[in-house]
């Protein structure tokens, strides 16, 4: 059981560049989001998915776009990348929110730098 | 606006002590998670509290939940070299479809 993987694991941009990252779960999950982590900081939600065909922002949307087409794939598009983007980015997927409190699962991770 | 606060940020410990990892937030929420992270690696879930009172253990963890007092903590007993790692306390945004507000992690080094 693969669980919630990412791809690339690294990438180097340079200032202005576009690119997407791949995130694809095969729980059946309902509930998919994208987290930037930074040092010091903890996780900041980007966007996030409640299901095929609906997404909505997060905590720190700007710069980042999403879409959510089938319930497996969650792809986060960076649309120019600027060195502020240098972080580590996560995808984790639920069960569902709300009411049954299931915990995310996340994938390994894509470190991204921006020079 | 919630906020969640863990202390201490940093704790560096000997083997076989027993510490306590505070995460406090800022409105009312009866949902929290705790997880851990190793270094260079992803998230792992260690606990889903649930409701006010609740208690968790998992070996020499123990993660539990005042929600009256806005507080939840992670007891470590008898702490080994194998739990140094990050930990993380999350908190469930009632007012904001669930989001989860994360706290900046606590970094656990444990000494032989």
């Known amino acids: 059981n693969a669980g919630v993987t990412q791809t690339p694991k690294f990438q180097v941009l340079k200032t202005g560049q576009s690119m997407t990252l791949q995130c694809a779960q095969d729980?059946?999950?309902?509930?998919m989001s994208w987290y930037r982590q930074d040092p010091g900081m903890g996780l900041r939600l980007i966007h996030y998915?409640?299901?095929?065909?609906?997404?909505d922002q997060g905590e720190v949307p700007n710069g980042y776009n999403v879409s959510r087409s089938t319930t497996e794939d969650f792809p986060l598009r960076l649309l120019s990348a600027a060195p502020s983007q240098t972080s580590v980015y996560f995808c984790?997927?639920?069960?569902?929110?709300?009411?049954?409190?299931?915990?995310?699962?996340f994938g390994n991770g894509t470190r991204l730098t921006v020079t | 606006e919630l906020k969640v606060e863990q202390n201490p940020l940093f704790l560096s410990m000997q083997e076989g002590k027993n510490y306590t990892i505070y995460c406090n937030y800022s409105?009312?929420?009866?949902?929290l998670y705790w997880y851990r992270q190793d270094p260079g690696k992803s998230l792992e879930s260690l606990f889903v509290?649930?409701?006010n009172g609740a208690v968790k253990q998992e070996g020499r963890l123990m993660a539990s939940l005042d929600t009256k007092a806005r507080l939840s903590t992670l007891h470590i007993t008898a702490a080994v070299h194998d739990l140094s790692a990050t930990y993380f306390c999350?908190?469930?945004?009632?007012?904001?479809?669930?989001?989860?507000?994360w706290g900046a992690g606590t970094k656990l080094i444990i000494k032989p």
């Open positions: 729980m059946n999950h309902e509930y």
């Open positions: 984790a997927s639920s069960y569902s929110r709300g009411l049954s409190g299931s915990p995310l699962h």
């Open positions: 409105t009312t929420s009866d949902r």
């Open positions: 999350a908190v469930a945004h009632m007012d904001s479809n669930y989001q989860l507000i």
């Open positions: 998915s409640v299901g095929a065909g609906i997404t």
């Open positions: 509290l649930l409701s």
